[in-house]
């Protein structure tokens, strides 16, 4: 065992342990992710990006009708750009999603190299941190929300913070811009990692870091809001309680801090702060100092009024869960005991890490076993009707679908969402600038029998005509869509 243990803190199996580690987590993140898509379902946000990929490649503009929005209005992920040209040789959802588990499977790479070369663990104490990496249930769940430009930033962040913490600033630099390319707020967590490069003392470059992070935001809100319209900070409207502008919300927030502080002990943030902290026992509290990049965006995150817990809202919790591990790091070398070179951590407390973090897993992610995710691969006819559904309507078609049906008919210029909840009495709205209508019986459950005769006839007034039903999923064409 000592033998093993001695060949395990050598430097060769630094190079080849996170990197297994990463292949293994990639893997097991991009099946659960395929094979969630492949059971449909996905929904709008997944179908928003196919879309926005698929005018790319089209050589049009990347106006999302699914959200009604530019995808650059969307804190400009100009990253995508780049990444939307590979669906041009792969199949534009895979292209997607295994970009997401990459990126997410990767982080575990910084994270090791941040726990052997800067904070000086040994080998136990950083891989119970990467077994806890690739369990913890907000990196899961971030995993199988769809898509999110966002969770593309994790690795990087990572990347630049173990560089910066180095002093390799060319490093630095060159993974901080690869992090903001896929949001221009995570400008905010950069900047912020520039104060904490001057709390470590190297003012200079922290400094420089403050300016170019907060350069960055207010540049490109300067020009979303100036190409776009109202694009905002975290969201159009996550302020409007605040005020209607930026200065107002801004004059709100500084004269009210007891308002601030109240939205921001919010019973549901308090149970989002307390499962990204407990999967690893809490222990990023014993290093605040390195918490505090993530600080800023995510009280931003929690006071806005944007979804922030469940899938709507696994990409808000980016900046938490990169510096959560990062603070998790420094705690375990703070707690542990310095040898000649090494940091010697008690195993009993790796053991808690790794069991809270397993614990967490089975109660919290998406994928946990309890959720029977082996299943999800498995098309019954359910599915199999909706891509039949999809089969019928022709390329090119304007069409208006149920959430679940969206991404197999994301690729065309005009696709809407039919949001199920609405009177079918007001329904003829949504005959408006569309060929196709596709109605999932399951987006309406609440509908009696009544009622979805009242929403066909609707439909067959607005000189629509039924092309096909099956299994609760029906198309209704106007023409020959």
Known sequence: MLRWQARLDASTADRVVPWAAAFVLFVLYLVLALARTRSLAAGAPLAGY??????????????????????????APVGFYPLAQLSRFLPTIATLLGAQAAALALG???????????ARLRVG?????ALAYGAYPALNNLNLADFHPEALAIAPLLAATCAGLQRRWQSFVVWSVLAMIWSAELGLVVASL?????????????????????????ASILFLDGRYGQSGLVAAGAFDDY??????????????????????????????????LAPLLFLPVLAPRYLLPALPLQALYLVAEVPIRGPEGAQFTVPAVVFCFVAATFALARVGRRSIERVLVDRRLLMAVVVASVGFFALEAESSPYREPWRWGREDVVDEARRAAADVVADGAAV??????????AEREFLYELVAGEAPEARSAMADRVDVVALDDRAAPDWSVVERLAFAGTLEGEGFELLYRSQGISVYGRGGS
């Open 50 to 75: 196919v879309q926005a990929a698929w005018l790319i490649t089209e050589g049009q503009d990347a106006q999302i009708t699914v959200t009604g929005s530019h995808l650059l209005s969307q804190h």
């Open 108 to 118: 575990v790479v910084p994270l090791w190299r941040l726990g052997r070369q800067v």
């Open 125 to 129: 104490a950083t891989l119970a941190l």
């Open 194 to 218: 520039g104060l904490l490069f001057v709390l470590e003392g190297r003012r200079r470059e922290g400094a420089w870091t403050i300016v170019v992070g907060t350069g960055w935001v207010l």
């Open 243 to 276: 005020g209607t502008s930026a200065a107002g919300v801004l004059g709100t927030m500084v004269t009210n801090p007891f308002r601030v502080l109240g939205d921001l002990v919010d019973e549901a943030n308090l149970e989002v702060v307390v499962g990204l």
């Open 400 to 409: 208006r679908a149920s959430p679940a049906l969206l991404p197999v008919l």
